[in-house]
């Protein structure tokens, strides 16, 4: 397996594999940039079909969260962890234990969080090796505990942003929302949505994901397969990255399309065939900010939800610019967004 030369390795500061016997922990940390402050990001635990791919996942994750807090104006790099679930390595107090002691060996130059696949509780765990983690219980109205519904305030904010830029519309009200993944973050956005009226379609592979938001709130229920191309005026990728490829948009019928996921365009040429079929997308690192500035405000102590709320009203304002400057400039609003996170990163150099 290639490092150095990897599609994805983007000059990114270190990385680091770790083994614990004891546990059978497998994970990968990657600091990509640590210009603008610590490398922050979550850690994911999946199950990887190689070695490759949850390489890939955490060198594109870690890009994406250098520009995802630069833009954010945290003052944090990026980095992100990926531990390679297996059956040999059943999640433990102890595993996430081995997890923290890796994290502690790199001093603070990669603070760590939950991700897809990690809980609050698992970051206790962690707690218990290292200072250098945040997304731990929330305290009174303190800043902190799971960030996800805060990700999907932001990501809620930011569709109706994209509602009014491309459709005109004031409000998500009446409006069809198609959201692919009904975790943590989907679950919560689908709750605000339907708060201001607007319709659901949703797909999981979790079913028991799918009935717990079925017996919460009237939603469409389609396969996996199908929502995608569901008839929907807007189309919010809440699940997995690489959604966005040349299979999949000729056929995707949303005019709109915004969500949680990280890395939903499959590669950066995947904007432009959106913005060829005049389809917004909004940035993913952008709108889904919000989770990141709560681990921000809570990691720095003294903050309170508030705060974190008034800093996550400006993920629709920091969207605004970017659709106008697309409007007027004819450019994907993926370039866009890459072109502003690297020069907030190039002031500080
Ligand atoms: P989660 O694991 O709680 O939820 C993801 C859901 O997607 C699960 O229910 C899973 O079963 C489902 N899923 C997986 N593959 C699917 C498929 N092919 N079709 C339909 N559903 C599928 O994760 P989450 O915390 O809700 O995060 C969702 C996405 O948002 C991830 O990409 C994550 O990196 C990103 N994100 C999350 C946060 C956060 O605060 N949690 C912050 C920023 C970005």
């Not at 995802?68 to 003052?75: D, I, R, T, W, Y």
């Not at 234990?97 to 790199?106: C, T």
């Not at 996800?148 to 009200?173: H, Q, Y």
């Not at 319709?199 to 709130?217: C, F, P, T, W």
């Amino acid at each position: 397996m290639g490092v150095f030369d990897h599609v994805e390795f983007d000059k990114h500061e270190s990385l680091h594999f770790i083994n614990d016997a004891a546990t059978g922990l497998n994970a990968i940390i990657a600091v990509h940039s640590t210009v603008l402050g610590p490398a922050a990001g979550g850690c994911r635990r999946w199950m990887y079909a190689s070695d490759d791919e949850a390489l890939t996942d955490a060198l594109r994750l870690s890009r994406g969260m250098t520009y995802k807090n630069a833009v954010a104006e945290l003052p944090f790099g990026g980095g992100k962890a990926v531990i390679l679930a297996s059956d040999k390595a059943p999640k433990s107090a102890e595993l996430f234990a081995a997890y923290g002691r890796a994290v502690a060996a790199l001093n603070g130059s990669y603070i760590t969080a939950e991700d897809v696949g990690c809980s609050v509780d698992d970051m206790r765990h962690v707690q218990s090796e290292t200072s250098f983690v945040s997304g731990l219980p929330q305290s009174g109205d303190n800043a902190g505990g799971d960030p996800s519904p805060l990700t999907a305030l932001g990501v809620f904010l930011g569709i109706e942003a994209a509602v009014k830029a491309r459709l005109g519309k004031n409000s998500c009200d009446g409006l069809t929302v198609a959201v692919q993944g009904v975790g943590h973050v989907g679950a919560n956005l689908c709750r605000l949505l339907h708060d201001v009226g607007a319709k659901l379609i949703v797909a999981d592979v979790n079913r028991d994901h799918l009935n717990a938001i079925s017996a919460a709130l009237p939603v469409v229920i389609v396969a996996p397969a199908e929502i995608l191309y569901a008839d929907a005026d807007v189309l919010a990728p809440c699940a997995l990255g690489n959604v966005l490829s040349t299979a999949t948009i000729p056929n995707i019928k949303a005019k709109v399309i915004a969500g949680a996921a990280n890395n939903q365009l499959s590669t950066e040429a995947d904007g432009a065939r959106l913005a060829a079929r005049d389809i917004l997308y909004a940035p993913d690192y952008v709108i889904n900010a919000g989770g990141i500035i709560n681990v921000s405000h809570e990691y720095h102590g003294n903050s309170s939800e508030d705060a974190v709320r008034n800093e996550i009203a400006k993920i629709p304002q920091r969207l605004d610019s970017i659709f106008t400057e697309a409007l007027e400039s004819g450019r994907p609003t993926n370039e866009l967004a890459d072109e502003l996170a690297r020069r907030l990163i190039a002031a500080e150099q």
